[in-house]
């Protein structure tokens, strides 16, 4: 489990039922299509995924990656959405190696795992997150930035517990 620093993080919320007017600008901004379903991701870089109906989480290796759709989607430019820097706030860690599905299936209910190629909000130990499942043994993990300490001691242990 490595801290990846310098990550950009944001929610797109959908405020009426006018997505497509959301939709559009966020997936122009970022180059990738615009999630419709539970699991589902696009992008290489940015990310964007499905987090419920009426939000989507883009992910970016750099903040720069973030400024035109955090522009285009400033909050009071539509009624329709916004979109919101969360870069601060949260935490990106990457989760790789061969042990990776025993660990996972240490610390989050088996039944709530992505496969590989989604994503999927869950409880990683008693913590919202969301997991981002790249391969079999390669996966994001997104959480509060100030629970780094609790996350990584759940880490270990789970890791200690193969």
């Given amino acids: 489990?490595?801290?990846?620093?310098?990550?950009?993080?944001?929610?797109?919320?959908?405020?009426?039922?006018?997505?497509?007017?959301?939709?559009?600008?966020?997936?122009?901004?970022?180059?990738?299509?615009?999630?419709?379903?539970?699991g589902a991701?696009?992008?290489?870089?940015?990310?964007?995924?499905?987090?419920?109906?009426?939000?989507?989480?883009?992910?970016?290796?750099?903040p720069d990656r973030l400024k035109k759709l955090l522009t285009e989607l400033q909050p009071g430019n539509s009624e329709a959405g916004c979109a919101i820097d969360l870069s601060e706030a949260v935490g990106v860690w990457r989760l790789e190696g061969a042990a990776l599905p025993g660990v996972l299936a240490r610390l989050a209910d088996v039944s709530a795992l992505p496969a590989p190629g989604n994503a999927t909000r869950l409880r990683w130990a008693d913590v919202a997150a969301v997991l981002f499942r790249i391969s079999e043994f390669d996966a994001l993990l997104l959480a509060d930035a100030t629970l780094e300490p609790y996350l990584a001691d759940w880490w270990a242990y789970a890791c200690d517990a193969l």
């Fill in 1 to 38: 489990m490595t801290r990846l620093s310098g990550w950009g993080v944001a929610t797109i919320r959908v405020f009426k039922d006018d997505e497509p007017a959301v939709a559009a600008p966020a997936a122009a901004a970022l180059h990738a299509a615009w999630p419709q379903q539970h």
């Fill in 41 to 62: 991701w696009s992008g290489t870089d940015p990310w964007l995924t499905w987090r419920s109906r009426t939000e989507r989480i883009a992910l970016a290796s750099s």
